[in-house]
C-alpha cells in the first residue's frame, strides 16, 4: 500500500534552516511529483510547491521563493523540504502529499503523509 | 495572493443534506475542471474526498459528490452522519506562478 512516512519534529530559532523527509513506499516513485503543503496552527492549508519523482522539475508557491527547496532521492524513493530564514509565523505543521498534476493542470493529492511539526521560537 | 472563499461553518443534522460553496475566480476555479475537496479531522492529515470536480475516489462514500457553477464549486453531503464532521477544504489549479490554490476551510458540525 501506498505511504509517505516524514520525519520528526523539528524546534528552530528564527533565521535557522529546518530539512523535513518524506520517504514514499508502496508505489514507483519516479511516476509522481510530491507536493509540500503546511498548516498554520489553527489556520487552513498553504501549498508551498512541487517537485517531479521523475526529473526533480519543481514548481514553487510565490511567496516562498528564494526561501524553499525541494529534492528528492530517487534512490531510497526519499523526498526533502527545506525552508530557510526561518520566522515565527513559520511554526505549522508541514504535510508531504502524492500529486498528480502535469503541465498547466493538478488533479489532486491522494496519499498524504503523517505531518511534521516544525516550531520557530527563540 | 488571496485563497478560494469558503464559508466558515456549516451544520446539519444526522441524515440531512449540506452543500459548502468554493468561489474562485475565471483564473482558477471557473476556468478549469481542476477542482478537488479534501476533508480533515482534528490532527490528521487531509484526505481526498473529490477531484476533478465531481470524480470520487475508490473507498470514498457515493453519499459525497461535487459540482460547479461558472465561478463557484460545491460539494454536497448527504445522509449527513457523526463521522462527516471535519474541516473541508476545497482546491483549484490556478493559472498563476503560483498553481495551486486552496479555499479556507469550512468546519462542518453535525448537530
Known amino acids: ?122 | 495572493q488571496s485563497a478560494l472563499t469558503q464559508p466558515a461553518s456549516v451544520s446539519g443534522s444526522p441524515g440531512q443534506s449540506i452543500t459548502i460553496s468554493c468561489t474562485g475566480t475565471s483564473s482558477d476555479v471557473g476556468g478549469y475542471n481542476h477542482v478537488s475537496w479534501y476533508q480533515q479531522h482534528p490532527g490528521k492529515a487531509p484526505k481526498v474526498m473529490i477531484y476533478e470536480v465531481s470524480n470520487r475516489p475508490s473507498g470514498v462514500s457515493n453519499r459525497f459528490s461535487g459540482s460547479k457553477s461558472g465561478n463557484t464549486a460545491s460539494l454536497t453531503i448527504s445522509g449527513l452522519q457523526a463521522e462527516d464532521e471535519a474541516d473541508y477544504y476545497c482546491s483549484s489549479y490556478r493559472s498563476s506562478s503560483t498553481p495551486v490554490v486552496f479555499g479556507g476551510g469550512t468546519k462542518l458540525t453535525v448537530l
Open chain 1, 1 to 122: 500500500q501506498v505511504q509517505l512516512v516524514q520525519s520528526g519534529a523539528e524546534v528552530k530559532k528564527p533565521g535557522a534552516s529546518v530539512k523535513v523527509s518524506c520517504k514514499a513506499s508502496g508505489y514507483t516513485f519516479s511516476s509522481y511529483g510530491i507536493s509540500w503543503v503546511r498548516q498554520a496552527p489553527g489556520q487552513g492549508l498553504e501549498w508551498m510547491g512541487w517537485i517531479s519523482g521523475y526529473n526533480g522539475n519543481t514548481n514553487y508557491a510565490q511567496k516562498l521563493q528564494g526561501r524553499v527547496t525541494m529534492t528528492t532521492d530517487t534512490s531510497t524513493s526519499t523526498a526533502y523540504m527545506e525552508l530557510r530564514s526561518l520566522r515565527s509565523d513559520d511554526t505549522a505543521v508541514y504535510y508531504c502529499a502524492r500529486g498528480i498534476y502535469g503541465i498547466g493542470w493538478y488533479s489532486r493529492f491522494d496519499y498524504w503523509g503523517q505531518g511534521t511539526l516544525v516550531t520557530v521560537s527563540s
